[in-house]
């Protein structure tokens, strides 16, 4: 099982990730992260892990995790 992460701190709310998502997987929070934006939040039921929002991001704040319950679980920061 793969899931993304997302690293809620380093969005900046360009949107880069969300225009180009083909699936449009990609939302943004109401809730604002220590920069004051509006971070990036993935919906893992409809996203294909295609990276897409990996290469777009300037930012790195995406990355595919494999087997995340062996990993220790998702790591947002």
């Given at each position: 099982m793969e899931i993304m992460n997302v690293k809620l701190e380093r969005c900046k709310q360009c949107y880069l990730c969300a225009q180009h998502c083909p699936n449009e997987?990609?939302?943004?929070?109401?809730?604002?992260?220590?920069?004051?934006?509006?971070y990036a939040c993935v919906n893992d039921e409809i996203c294909i892990r295609c990276g897409i929002c990996y290469i777009m991001c300037p930012d790195g704040v995406y990355s595919i995790v494999k087997n995340p319950s062996e990993n220790g679980g998702l790591q947002n920061g």
């Open positions: 997987a990609i939302t943004f929070s109401e809730v604002l992260n220590t920069a004051g934006y509006n």
